[in-house]
């Protein structure tokens, strides 16, 4: 059946578990039918529809969203239900992953989701177990990480939230479908994409992203500000590597207003010494001001990052992405996910844009990061089926937000 409004008044608050879905109207408002343990189901009322209006929808994809009380899924929720991703003929069902300590918040988030009356947004699920929020999932979202604690070294925090991304990989593999796009979020998000596809051996590999669009976000903003132009005037750029200091916001294949980057802003020492450790370290300036990580940016980044999969890239231009260096025409090490240039015709696939100039500068700083993340990949290589592999981290490289 075609269904038309969001929110039904009879509807308003209903929790119902899964498999034993009510007729909302039949159900008290507020009245929950089970603890809240498991997935949750809020269900819109469809009798009253407005055929007119959903007759060119298309059917509903599910979207699975770990971390989902967190504050980055606190604006990125609103977004994808109002149909700013997927556009206004694309109804969406959420499915929200919490834990035992956020399920009550998580409640809250439905509550004001419902509120909300997207007329697009036509289910939401809630739950604290993998295996059934990422049921038919057609994307999922993994937001929720834990941050290195005090005394922690990168491989303790690569260890906590390894196993994490193991565990979700596992189930993405058992119940997701084979056609799921996952993007990676949760930090360090390049080696957690690396552990989740590993562990989802069902899923294509190269239907797996970590999140690199925050940087390159930030890198286009300050291009522009110091070019004095606009925003969208600033097109081409590459983050090479891994969402960590080391990676590489590439001004030299950038461009403004078609011209090349570093014709434009004539001062290669800016470039090289103020813009491009601006960008590998801005996260961690954001925290000392703000007091907590970036949400909002990030929550906008993993939306423009998942609109450049279902919109066809403008011609000659590209987005940045860490995916799966198998077969790269860098010569990167193979294994890896690592943020490339990336093309899309559209349809959630992408291709690796061949033929960008590496010069010496280039290089230099892309072999850096090339070998963080396999030493990243070593250390957790027993959380991806390989024993034996040594992890020796020798510089205790950071993640953007940390100092
Ligand atoms: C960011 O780049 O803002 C985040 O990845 C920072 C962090 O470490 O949470």
Redesign the pocket.
């Known amino acids: 059946m075609m269904m038309g409004k969001t929110c039904s008044k009879t509807t308003s608050n209903l929790l119902v578990k899964r498999g034993e879905r009510q007729k909302a109207r039949n159900t008290p408002a507020g009245k929950e039918t089970n603890a809240p343990l498991g997935v949750f189901v809020l269900e819109y009322d469809a009798s009253n529809e407005d055929i007119e209006k959903t007759r060119n929808w298309k059917p509903i994809i599910k979207i699975a969203v770990s971390g989902a009380a967190g504050m980055i899924s606190n604006h990125l929720l609103f977004k994808i239900a109002s149909g700013e991703v997927f556009g206004p003929d694309q109804p969406v069902a959420l499915r929200l992953l919490g834990s035992e300590r956020s399920q009550v918040a998580l409640e809250g988030v439905a509550m004001e989701l419902e509120d909300c009356l997207f007329p697009l947004l036509r289910e939401v699920d809630l739950g604290i177990d993998a295996k059934k929020v990422f049921e038919d999932a057609d994307w999922a979202l993994l937001i929720g990480a834990k941050?290195r604690g005090p005394g922690m070294e990168r491989g303790d925090l690569l260890e906590m939230n390894g196993g994490l991304f193991a565990e979700q990989g596992k189930a993405l593999n058992e119940v997701a479908k084979k056609t799921c796009k996952v993007m990676v979020v949760g930090?360090p998000?390049n080696t957690n994409a690396l552990i989740c596809m590993a562990n989802a051996p069902n899923l294509d590999r190269r239907n797996f992203h970590a999140l690199t669009r925050?940087?390159e976000n930030r890198a286009k903003c300050q291009l522009a500000l110091k070019a004095g132009v606009f925003y969208e005037s600033v097109s081409n750029v590459t983050i090479w590597g891994n969402?960590s200091t080391t990676q590489v916001p590439d001004f030299v294949n950038a461009k403004i207003g078609g011209e090349r980057c570093t014709d434009v802003i004539d001062d290669q020492t800016w470039l090289e010494n103020d813009f491009t450790p601006a960008i590998q370290t801005?996260?961690?300036l954001?925290?000392k001001k703000w007091g907590r990580?970036?949400a909002a940016?990030?929550a906008v980044s993993i939306a423009d990052a998942m609109k450049a999969l279902v919109t066809p890239t403008k011609e000659g231009d590209w987005f940045s992405s860490a995916v799966i260096t198998d077969g790269n025409p860098y010569g990167i090490e193979e294994g890896l996910v690592f943020s490339m240039p990336c093309r899309s015709k559209g349809d959630g696939s992408y291709e690796i844009v061949e033929g960008l100039k590496i010069n010496d500068w280039l290089r230099e700083r892309i072999k850096k990061s090339e070998e963080e993340l396999s030493n990243e990949r070593s250390c957790v290589s027993h959380l991806m089926g390989v024993e034996g592999a040594s992890c020796v981290i020798l510089e205790d490289t950071l993640?953007?937000?940390?100092m």
């Open positions: 941050p930090n998000c925050l940087d969402h801005r996260g961690g954001l925290i990580s970036s940016s990030t993640l953007p937000g940390e």
